[in-house]
């Protein structure tokens, strides 16, 4: 059985390029594998191991580094990931903006206290994450704001800015980092009324015994693709060419291709990129 830790935290951390090396090595040999990304302006991973107390320990030395980081768990029986990368960037999600996450600090609400929230149609609760994330799971009544990338929101806010002045507005994620980016963005909105859904989607799922105002599956940035709402791993598979979510019956189109194409983005590429990734594909199912 494999461990999963999701975590972020956002801090100034100018010497982040010094964590990386001594981070490698803790996790070389707990057997750690995963996605951790450092910044200026903090920390954010998805980790995994089968190894006992391989994801305390890592907690711990982390908590030792930086302070206290909040690890979210769930399980898996196969591996979600087929490597430890540790990547240093400038941000901890593109955005587009100068936004600093540590310099905007959100009003969260628990799992409960988000349930309270959601129902008061008063409310107006966004989906903050991508359009083929919102499309496998969403919290019921919630807006999506159609976007492939996380910088198109800013944009997204300029255009719907007047339908949201003076609302409460509620925000949520995955696991609630780019919630502490958009707040940036609705700062310079003017738009102050902001909750946020502690730990996000990840959280509640985890938390909360009322489920049902989420509706489908949540999308995971790993080999899982998604988790259902008892956080164990959903029949989503991925496309290997733009990395969108695919259900059983996308998988049976006509421009569905293993590794190469599927509808999403089969008007996207250009043939020469299908060549490629064909190829791609090719050595993959030599091994």
């Known amino acids: 059985m494999f461990k999963i830790g999701t975590f972020y935290k956002c801090f100034e951390f100018l010497k982040y390029k010094e964590l990386a090396d001594g981070l490698r090595d803790h996790c ?30 890592l907690n711990l030395y982390l908590s030792d580094l930086i302070g206290e980081v909040v690890f979210r768990y769930s399980f898996s029986n196969t591996s979600p990931f087929k490597r430890l990368k540790i990547k240093t960037r400038q941000e901890l999600v593109p955005t587009g903006t100068n936004g600093k996450a540590y310099n905007h600090k959100g009003k ?75 707040l940036h963005s609705f700062e310079k909105e003017g738009l102050r009324d902001i909750y946020q859904l502690q730990g996000g989607i990840l959280n509640f799922l985890a938390e909360s015994k009322d489920k049902s105002s989420w509706q489908g599956d949540c999308f995971v940035f790993d080999e899982r693709v998604t988790v259902t709402k008892d956080l164990a791993p959903g029949d989503f598979r991925q496309c290997y060419a733009c990395r969108r979510p695919l259900s059983e019956e ?8 293993k590794g190469i194409s599927c509808h999403n983005c089969f008007f996207e590429k250009s043939e020469s990129d299908r060549i490629r990734y064909a190829e791609r594909q090719k050595q993959f199912d030599m091994k």
């Open 250 to 257: 996308d998988l049976n189109r006509s421009e569905y291709k």
């Open 108 to 182: 969260y609400l628990t799992p409960s206290e988000w349930l309270k929230f959601i129902k008061d149609s008063k409310n107006i609760i966004i989906d903050v994450r991508n359009d083929y994330e919102n499309k496998v799971g969403t919290f019921r009544d919630s807006i999506s704001p159609e976007t492939k990338n996380f910088r198109e929101f800013r944009s997204f806010l300029k255009k719907n800015k007047k339908k949201f002045e003076d609302k409460n507005i509620g925000i949520f994620c995955t696991g609630g980092i780019r919630c502490e980016k958009a």
């Open 28 to 57: 070389v040999k707990r057997q750690i594998k995963g996605t951790i990304i450092l910044t200026p302006e903090g920390i954010n991973s998805t980790v995994s191991s089968a190894k006992d107390n391989a994801l305390e320990d």
